[in-house]
C-alpha cells in the first residue's frame, strides 16, 4: 500500500509541474502573459492599426518586443482580436473605441476576430 500512495503523489507531482509549466497559463488575471508573452493593454499604441466593417487592416501587423498595437474600430460593430491559440485578447471593441495588446515576445501570433472568426491577421513580433 506505501508503494502505490507514493506512486500516487508522484502522479500528482508531475501532473502539477506539467500545469505550471504550460505554455497556455496566465499571469495576474491576465491571459496570455505565460504563454505567448502578450497582454491587454491601456497604453496608448506604438503601433496603430484599424478594423473596418468585417476587416482588419492592416491583416500582417509588425512590431517589436515591447510594442502596444492598438487597433481602432472605424466602423459600427463591435470586434475583438484575439490570438488563435486563444491566449490573448482584447475586450471587445466598440465603433469609435480601441483595444490594445502589448507583446514581451518575439514569434508570429495568427490572430482572429472572436465575435467573427472569418476575420483574421498575423501579428509578427520581432526582438
Do not use: Y
Not at 503523489?9 to 488575471?29: E, K, P, Q
Not at 472605424?74 to 475583438?80: D, L, M, R, V
Not at 486563444?86 to 490594445?100: E, F, L, M, R, V
Amino acid at each position: 500500500m506505501h508503494r502505490f500512495a507514493r506512486l500516487t503523489v508522484a502522479a500528482i507531482a508531475v501532473a502539477a509541474l506539467a500545469a505550471c509549466s504550460s505554455g497556455g497559463g496566465t499571469a495576474n488575471g491576465t491571459p496570455g502573459a505565460a504563454g505567448s508573452g502578450c497582454t491587454k493593454s491601456t497604453s496608448t499604441g506604438t503601433v496603430a492599426a484599424a478594423i473596418k466593417d468585417f476587416e482588419f487592416t492592416p491583416t500582417a501587423v509588425t512590431a517589436k518586443v515591447g510594442d502596444v498595437i492598438t487597433w481602432t474600430n472605424n466602423g459600427a460593430t463591435q470586434h475583438n482580436p484575439t490570438l488563435d491559440d486563444g491566449s490573448c485578447q482584447t475586450d471587445p471593441i466598440n465603433g469609435g473605441a480601441t483595444g490594445s495588446l502589448a507583446f514581451s515576445k518575439a514569434g508570429t501570433f495568427p490572430f482572429h476576430c472572436a465575435i467573427h472568426p472569418s476575420m483574421k491577421g498575423t501579428i509578427t513580433i520581432s526582438g
